[in-house]
């Protein structure tokens, strides 16, 4: 195998986590699905078929198995935060061997919880943005004209991290590393917590809650953008308004998908951690608490 060539293991290959596998087989890496039995077979015999305006349609070879059992160079993953904990019995640690554990995970927390369990300085963070829908085992449909990740991690080796960055952007995705994790991750936050949790609220998409909800949209951004700054991150609440009314008016935010379909909703991943993170830092987040605390009393 030539040196470039890498051997990634893809922890839930669902919308994410399927585009990602696919793109990275195509490219002629060397992939490993981990997932349900009756899913792995699926892939091992008719791999991941992607239909995508950006990257064409293609059906990529992959391998598939329950669990980890051999070292890997990266370990990317993408499941729902509430299927986080079942997930890892799929990635026991001595199989990681020096691999990078990338996480496409919402939320703050996630980070210090997966460092518990694994190497501290191979955890490396990532957020991605771009819409994949998974719509068969192994059938992936990416609907944006992009797909650009950032990618981070406090103590991972830089050179690891511009290594991983380099190999997705050959093989699609548009990479970038981030130098702060910090602000890594509280930008996303800043950004998904207003629009997730409102949009859930209320059941309708973003066109609906900028104009009909508006004062407290504002209200919420700004709430977010004041603890993200308490915990070193970003605070520019203007520029994330600004960012959701640029968004098409019929935009649902995933979580108000999960709450449509009947799904868990990842409300601590996303609320609770904003509300630990406010208290930790004595920042007052009264609209925040309502919106949350009646998410929570709908049975979410």
């Known amino acids: ?101 990338v996480p496409f995970l919402n939320g703050v927390d996630h980070p210090a919880a997966l460092r518990a369990l694994y190497r501290p300085d191979r955890v490396a963070p990532a957020a991605i943005r771009v819409e994949s829908t998974r719509v068969a085992t192994g059938r992936i449909e990416h609907t944006s004209p992009f797909a650009e990740i950032d990618l981070t991690g406090t ?6 991290l511009d290594a991983l960055a380099a190999t997705l952007t050959a093989a699609g995705p548009t990479t970038r590393v981030l130098p702060d994790e910090t602000a890594a991750l509280w930008a996303k936050m800043s950004f998904l917590a207003p629009l997730a949790l409102l949009t859930t609220r209320y059941g309708l998409p973003l066109g609906d809650v900028r104009t009909r909800h508006r004062e407290e949209l504002t209200a919420l951004v700004e709430e ?28 649902k935010s995933s979580m108000q998908r999960d709450a449509e379909a009947g799904r868990p909703l990842e409300l601590d991943a996303i609320g609770g951690a904003l509300l630990r993170a406010a208290e930790r830092h004595g920042v007052p987040v009264p609209v925040a608490t309502r919106v949350i605390n009646d998410l929570r009393d709908a049975g979410h």
């Open 1 to 101: 195998m030539a040196n470039d060539e890498l051997t990634v293991a893809v922890l839930g290959p669902g919308g994410i986590g399927g585009l990602l596998a696919g793109l990275l087989a195509h490219a002629g890496h060397r992939v490993i699905c981990l997932a349900r039995e009756d899913t792995a077979k699926t892939l091992s015999t008719g791999g991941i078929q992607v239909s995508s305006g950006q990257f064409g349609g293609f059906t990529a070879r992959v391998e598939a198995a329950t669990e980890l059992r051999e070292p890997v160079d990266a370990c990317l993953i993408a499941v729902k935060h509430t299927a986080l904990d079942a997930a890892l019995d799929r990635v026991p640690p001595t199989a990681l061997g020096d691999a990078l554990l």
């Open 155 to 160: 103590d991972v080796p830089p050179h690891r």
């Open 224 to 251: 977010t953008a004041a603890v993200s700054r308490a915990c070193g991150g970003p605070g520019d609440p203007a520029r994330s308004l600004a960012g959701y009314d640029t968004f098409p008016p019929h935009t």
